[in-house]
C-alpha cells in the first residue's frame, strides 16, 4: 500500500519522485531499472518497508535520494556507473570484494563499474546518491589531463569527508540539489550544463584513483597565443555552456594546462573570465531594458541559474545591483 509524503519531513529532489511505495516488488523493480540485479532482504517482518526515492537524471550524471523505513541488506551485482552514496540521516555499511566501508556522518562510498556491493542499512538511514556515467566521466578526464585513457578508471572505495576537496564534492552535490528544489520552472540549460560539469570534475580531483598521479602532478604551461584563443573562443560562445573539452579542443593543451596558465597570466580562471564576459552582457541588456525585463530572465540567459549569487557577482561587478540598473534604464526611457 502507497503513503502519503505529506506526512513525513520534507526529502531532497521532491520534484523528482521514482518511487512511492510499501512494496517490495515494485522496490525492486524501481531501483532494478538503475541497478540491474539489485535485490533485497527485509530486516525486520514486524517493520514494513515505507519507501521514497527521488531521482534526477542530468546528462552524465543523476542524483538521487531514498529512505526505506527499516534495516535491509542490499545486494548490487554489476554496477554499472561510477557512485557516490553517502547519508542524509544515520548509518549504513558497504561490503565490496575489497573490503568494507562505514558510512555515516564522515565517511561515504564510492562504487565504479563492474563491481558488486552489499549494502547493510540502519533502521533510520537515507542516503544521497550521486551517478556518473562512465563514458562522460573519461571524457572529462581526457580533456583534464590531455592523455588518452587506457585502463579503466577506479577509485578507492571510501569517501572521507574529513578531506576539504572531498567535502566540497559533497556541497557541491548538495548545492545542486539545493537549486533543483528551489527552481519551479527549472535552471536554465547553460547553467545546469556547467554545474553538471564542475560536479564532475571534482568526483575526479576529489576522490584518489589509479589516475591521481595524473591528476594532481604539476601541470605543464600554455603559450600565450593559446590563453588569447580560449579567450577568444569563450567571448565568441558566452551564450553556450563552456566545456573543458571544447577548451582543450581549440588550445590544443589539456584544461589543467590551460587553467593553470590562466591563472599564472590572468590572475583568474577561464570560468572566472567567462563569468566577467557574462555580466558585460548581462549589463548591456538591463541597460536596454523595458518594461518586458525581468532580472530573472536576464540571469539565466547569461547562465547565472541563482539569482542571490547573480545579485552578488553584479554589484562587485558594477557597483549596484542589477535591478537599479534596470530600474535606470526604464526611468531613462
Given at each position: 500500500?502507497d503513503?502519503?509524503?505529506?506526512?513525513?519531513?520534507?526529502?531532497?529532489?521532491?520534484?523528482?519522485?521514482?518511487?512511492?511505495?510499501?512494496n517490495?516488488?515494485?522496490?525492486?523493480?524501481?531501483?532494478?531499472?538503475?541497478?540491474?540485479?539489485?535485490?533485497?532482504?527485509?530486516?525486520?517482518?514486524?517493520?514494513?518497508?515505507?519507501?521514497?526515492?527521488?531521482?534526477?537524471?542530468?546528462?552524465?550524471?543523476a542524483?538521487a535520494?531514498s529512505?526505506l523505513?527499516?534495516?535491509?541488506?542490499?545486494?548490487?551485482?554489476?554496477?554499472?556507473?561510477?557512485?557516490?552514496?553517502?547519508?542524509?540521516a544515520g548509518?549504513?555499511?558497504?561490503?565490496?570484494?575489497r573490503?568494507?566501508?562505514?558510512?555515516?556522518?564522515?565517511?561515504g562510498l564510492?562504487?565504479?563499474?563492474?563491481?558488486a556491493?552489499?549494502?547493510?542499512?540502519?533502521?533510520?538511514?537515507?542516503?544521497?546518491?550521486?551517478?556518473?556515467?562512465?563514458?562522460?566521466?573519461?571524457?572529462?578526464?581526457?580533456?583534464?589531463?590531455?592523455?588518452?585513457?587506457?585502463?579503466?578508471?577506479?577509485?578507492?572505495?571510501?569517501?572521507?569527508?574529513?578531506?576539504?576537496?572531498?567535502?566540497?564534492?559533497?556541497r557541491?552535490f548538495m548545492?545542486l540539489?539545493?537549486?533543483?528544489?528551489s527552481?519551479?520552472?527549472?535552471?536554465?540549460?547553460?547553467?545546469?550544463?556547467?554545474l553538471?560539469?564542475?560536479?564532475?570534475?571534482?568526483?575526479?580531483t576529489a576522490?584518489?584513483?589509479?589516475?591521481?598521479?595524473l591528476?594532481?602532478?604539476r601541470?605543464?604551461?600554455?603559450?600565450?597565443?593559446?590563453?588569447?584563443?580560449?579567450?577568444?573562443?569563450?567571448?565568441?560562445?558566452?551564450?553556450?555552456?563552456?566545456?573543458?573539452e571544447?577548451?582543450?579542443?581549440?588550445?590544443?593543451v589539456?584544461?589543467?594546462?590551460?587553467?593553470?596558465?590562466?591563472?599564472?597570466s590572468?590572475?583568474?580562471?577561464?570560468?572566472?573570465?567567462a563569468k566577467?564576459i557574462?555580466l558585460g552582457?548581462?549589463?548591456?541588456?538591463?541597460?536596454?531594458?523595458?518594461?518586458?525585463?525581468?532580472?530573472?530572465?536576464?540571469?539565466?540567459?547569461?547562465?547565472f541559474?541563482n539569482?542571490?549569487?547573480?545579485?552578488?557577482?553584479?554589484r562587485?561587478?558594477?557597483?549596484?545591483?542589477?535591478?537599479?540598473?534596470l530600474?535606470?534604464?526604464?526611468?531613462?526611457?
Open positions: 500500500m503513503y502519503d509524503p505529506a506526512a513525513y519531513h520534507a526529502v531532497p529532489l521532491r520534484a523528482f519522485q521514482h518511487l512511492n511505495t510499501s517490495l516488488g515494485v522496490l525492486e523493480r524501481g531501483v532494478g531499472r538503475f541497478f540491474p540485479g539489485a535485490k533485497f532482504e527485509l530486516g525486520s517482518a514486524e517493520k514494513p518497508i515505507r519507501v521514497i526515492a527521488n531521482r534526477c537524471q542530468l546528462d552524465g550524471i542524483l535520494y529512505r523505513g527499516t534495516t535491509a541488506q542490499i545486494r548490487i551485482p554489476d554496477l554499472d556507473s561510477y557512485a557516490l552514496l553517502f547519508s542524509f548509518r549504513a555499511r558497504a561490503s565490496t570484494g573490503g568494507e566501508v562505514e558510512i555515516g556522518a564522515g565517511r564510492i562504487g565504479s563499474p563492474s563491481g556491493v552489499r549494502l547493510d542499512y540502519g533502521a533510520g538511514f537515507e542516503h544521497l546518491l550521486l551517478s556518473v556515467r562512465p563514458n562522460a566521466l573519461a571524457t572529462k578526464l581526457e580533456a583534464m589531463t590531455g592523455a588518452a585513457v587506457r585502463e579503466p578508471l577506479r577509485f578507492a572505495e571510501q569517501a572521507d569527508f574529513r578531506r576539504p576537496a572531498t567535502e566540497n564534492l559533497r557541491l548545492f540539489v539545493d537549486s533543483l528544489d527552481s519551479a520552472s527549472g535552471l536554465d540549460p547553460l547553467g545546469l550544463a556547467e553538471e560539469q564542475a560536479v564532475m570534475v571534482s568526483f575526479l576522490n584518489d584513483s589509479n589516475y591521481s598521479l591528476l594532481h602532478r601541470p605543464q604551461s600554455a603559450a600565450s597565443w593559446q590563453v588569447h584563443r580560449a579567450e577568444a573562443y569563450i567571448e565568441a560562445n558566452w551564450d553556450q555552456p563552456l566545456t573543458i571544447a577548451l582543450a579542443l581549440v588550445t590544443g589539456s584544461a589543467r594546462t590551460l587553467f593553470h596558465s590562466f591563472s599564472k590572468r590572475g583568474y580562471s577561464p570560468m572566472d573570465f566577467r557574462r552582457h548581462a549589463r548591456r541588456m538591463l541597460e536596454e531594458g523595458d518594461a518586458s525585463t525581468a532580472v530573472t530572465t536576464v540571469a539565466y540567459t547569461c547562465g541559474g539569482l542571490g549569487h547573480f545579485s552578488g557577482y553584479y562587485r561587478a558594477f557597483g549596484e545591483l542589477p535591478s537599479a540598473t530600474r535606470r534604464s526604464l526611468e531613462a526611457s
